[in-house]
């Protein structure tokens, strides 16, 4: 399946804290791409990273794929409560078809 | 900034009516997807199309069909509208690559549909 898998399903941290989002998947991939869902709305994308990179950086998010592991990492630094959010990871092959997703990390941030 | 535009936010229906959910987007994609979303079984795709008049299968497309006749215009149709139909619906676009996709989806906001 190419359907990534997000760990932990729920996480609760206070803000100015760091949140790590991890994903698992399959297949051998293409790029992996990360997603951000704010509740009530549609997704929004994050980061894009690339079978042959190791790490990327977008502002607060670290993002980081070990292809041999077949994982990937989502880092956002000092939280806020603006990224309450679900994060979703969908993994993509050489095809490059649809998005499979999984069904999300929900990161709640306190303030 | 690629704009996805879902016809509705809420919709509610009743069973064995054909329901139609409307996606346009307005970058010149070429490809686009509906997906359902449900509570603890994460986002699955129906349909994605990779042009115009062009549509293949997902993971569920039972009791569903799609139309794709202009290319900014992307319509889900529930046959037959059924209770477990009732769900949040997702419409994205994508620009197509030469191979294996590096672009991003787009995403719309969702139409949240409840058949009674």
């Known amino acids: 399946s190419q359907q990534g898998e997000e760990d932990p399903q729920a996480l609760s941290i206070q803000e100015g804290e760091n949140a790590t989002m991890n994903c698992s998947y399959k297949?051998?991939?293409?790029?992996l791409q990360w997603y951000r869902q704010n509740s009530g709305r549609g997704l929004v994308h994050l980061i894009l990273i690339r079978s042959n990179e190791r790490e990327k950086h977008s502002g607060r998010l670290r993002v980081t794929l070990d292809t041999s592991k077949k994982s990937s990492s989502l880092l956002i630094t000092a939280s806020r409560a603006a990224d309450t959010a679900s994060y979703f990871c969908?993994?993509?092959?050489?095809?490059?078809?649809?998005?499979?997703f999984g069904k999300g990390t929900t990161l709640s941030v306190s303030s | 900034d690629v704009k996805v535009t879902q016809s509705s936010r809420y919709l509610v229906k009743r069973t064995g009516e054909k329901v139609f959910l409307e996606c346009v987007q307005d970058m010149d994609h070429e490809n686009m997807f509906w997906y359902r979303q449900d509570p603890g079984l994460g986002l699955r795709l129906i349909y994605f199309s990779y042009d115009v008049k062009m549509k293949e299968k997902g993971d569920i497309p039972e009791g569903y069909s799609v139309s794709r006749e202009k290319k900014e215009r992307f319509s889900l149709i529930l046959e037959s509208a059924s209770t477990n139909q009732t769900s949040m619906y997702l419409c994205?676009?994508?620009?197509?690559?030469?191979?294996?996709?590096?672009?991003?989806?787009?995403f719309g906001d969702g139409t949240r549909l409840s058949i009674l």
């Open positions: 297949t051998s991939i293409n790029n």
């Open positions: 969908a993994p993509i092959n050489q095809a490059g078809t649809a998005l499979i």
């Open positions: 994205a676009s994508r620009k197509k690559t030469g191979g294996a996709s590096n672009q991003p989806q787009h």
